[in-house]
């Protein structure tokens, strides 16, 4: 990033910021335009109304740009094959039977949630809650009871693994522009999003299923929902249209034509644990490092190190599970090759908003916004962990999408984070949580999983504000005070 001493004063550096941001959402909310040529073009302008040297405004937007791609596009498009190798083979539907079976019916809602959460450390909310959706279905209907009895405990699962947990491209996102240890964010992901989804998501779900009777709907007399015995990967034609589209459709034809067996249910929480446990092992091994435990120049450390990056964990889960989802189960190479070709095209746009949200924290950066902003904040003592909340819930609320929010909170508090002394890693990973926490709450009519929720449970608009939008809500402020408490402590 190239090195620009400020043109202006704090008020006026201050000023742009904000019309930057009003202009920002003027541009998706009003105007339509799409996030990613939003982004770029009020960089463009930011750096101009900053008077960033006319010679130097490309190379920061380009700097930005690229440093948040460099890990941002391996960590998403690696998470989404693995997502789609465990959708496509039925991983989904082995996860909630085996652990109905274990937790019985009776606390059905408690295995699908758990079955989901496990299930959405790699897939997408919407393509994990549309996959999910037909299990909900059958349960919900086999079992009786209002459908956001079972409902809620899931898309409250997949929406808190979706903000909270790397390598969703949100969290990663975030991280990444504010120099977060991935590993770290993801233990404290874990820690805070575990409690929160159950107090948020599955109790409130059993309330929301007392107080609300939401039948069952009436798309389980099309056949389209699917039942224990079914084939498992009957559930290609009943994605979202993103994943239906994404890639080419005839790995899923050929897939559903053989037939394989599903995988077992001890195979796929093996999948899902292999790359929590390599990161771990690096976030351990560096720790201990760090501590003068173990030597962090002997080999077996450097080794430990390696195969336990977010990058390298992530591509050798992918690999194994091509093996043991794909090849061992029938398909061949050229099938497993489409099948994993298919998860990347829902992405794309996706990894492009995050690199131009790192763009915008670039010019902000390069700008000297982030030191005034820094210095406002320390004259008003908010602080930092709090004001990325507040930022972050202002813009969840104006624009809706989380991942925006996300990128777009990270990128405006880069430079303060940069400028405030004394945070030290554990912060910056609960700063991330505090910015994931405030861009999940108050999901309503601008959010797309807003209108996802409302359409398939079929649901009005008013009961979807009173179940989904609270459960959002509680999740967002359950999940942003337990990392303030713990910001407090560690």
């Known amino acids: 990033m190239p090195e620009v001493e400020p043109a202006l004063g704090a008020g006026p550096l201050l000023l742009i910021a904000a019309a930057a941001v009003g202009v920002l959402l003027f541009l998706i909310m009003k105007l339509k335009l799409h996030a990613f040529l939003a982004l770029v073009l009020v960089s463009l302008l930011t750096a101009l109304a900053a008077r960033v040297p006319v010679a130097d405004v490309v190379t920061t937007l380009t700097t930005g740009f690229g440093s948040?791609?460099?890990n941002v596009a391996l960590l998403v498009g690696l998470g989404a094959m693995l997502g789609r190798l465990l959708e496509h083979s039925g991983g989904a539907q082995v996860?909630?039977?085996?652990?109905?079976?274990?937790?019985?019916?009776?606390?059905?809602?408690?295995?699908?949630?758990?079955?989901?959460?496990?299930?959405g450390f790699p897939i997408f909310f919407d393509a994990g809650l549309v996959v999910f959706l037909p299990i909900v279905f059958t349960v919900a209907a086999r079992l009786g009871g209002s459908l956001l009895t079972y409902g809620l405990p899931v898309a409250g699962a997949f929406a808190v693994m979706h903000a909270f947990v790397p390598p969703h491209p949100g969290p990663v996102a975030a991280a990444e522009l504010i120099g977060a240890d991935i590993g770290l964010t993801l233990v404290f992901g874990l820690l805070v999003g575990l409690p929160t989804w159950y107090l948020?998501?599955?109790?409130?779900?059993?309330?929301?299923?007392?107080?609300?009777?939401?039948?069952?709907?009436?798309?389980?007399?099309?056949?389209?929902?699917?039942?224990?015995?079914?084939?498992?990967?009957?559930?290609?034609?009943g994605t979202s249209p993103a994943i239906a589209s994404g890639g080419s459709s005839a790995g899923a034809r050929t897939g559903t034509a053989t037939r394989p067996a599903p995988p077992r249910f001890g195979t796929v929480v093996g999948i899902l644990l292999l790359p929590l446990v390599l990161i771990f092992l690096n976030t351990g091994l560096s720790t201990l490092a760090s501590a003068g435990v173990v030597d962090d120049s002997s080999v077996v450390v450097q080794a430990g190190q390696l195969v336990g990056a977010t990058p390298v964990a992530l591509l050798i889960t992918v690999l194994v599970a091509s093996v043991v989802l794909g090849l061992r189960r029938g398909q061949s190479g050229a099938q497993v090759e489409s099948i994993v070709n298919s998860a990347?095209?829902?992405?794309?746009?996706?990894?492009?908003?995050?690199?131009?949200?790192?763009?915008?924290?670039?010019?902000?950066?390069?700008?000297?916004?982030?030191?005034?902003?820094?210095?406002?904040?320390?004259?008003?003592?908010?602080?930092?962990?709090?004001?990325?909340?507040?930022?972050?819930?202002?813009?969840?609320?104006?624009?809706?999408?989380?991942?925006v929010a996300l990128t777009t909170t990270a990128g405006l508090m880069a430079p303060v984070i940069e400028a405030s002394d004394g945070l030290t890693s554990i912060d910056l990973a609960l700063i991330v949580i505090a910015i994931a926490a405030g861009a999940t709450v108050l999901s309503h009519v601008n959010d797309s999983g807003f209108w996802l929720v409302s359409r398939f449970f079929q649901m009005d608009e008013k009961t979807t504000l009173k179940t989904w939008t609270v459960m959002e809500t509680l999740l967002g402020t359950i999940g942003f005070a337990l990392a303030l408490v713990l910001s407090l402590f560690l």
Do not use: H, N
């Open 68 to 70: 948040t791609l460099a």
């Open 95 to 119: 996860l909630a039977d085996s652990l109905i079976r274990r937790f019985g019916e009776k606390r059905a809602p408690l295995a699908l949630g758990v079955a989901a959460l496990l299930f």
């Open 200 to 237: 948020g998501g599955y109790l409130f779900g059993l309330w929301a299923g007392r107080r609300y009777d939401v039948a069952v709907p009436d798309i389980l007399a099309d056949g389209s929902p699917r039942t224990a015995d079914d084939e498992p990967d009957s559930s290609v034609e």
């Open 344 to 403: 990347l095209g829902p992405v794309c746009a996706i990894i492009l908003i995050t690199g131009a949200g790192g763009m915008f924290g670039g010019v902000l950066r390069a700008s000297g916004i982030g030191t005034a902003l820094a210095d406002v904040l320390g004259d008003i003592g908010l602080p930092v962990i709090v004001a990325a909340f507040v930022v972050s819930v202002l813009l969840r609320i104006a624009q809706g999408s989380a991942t």
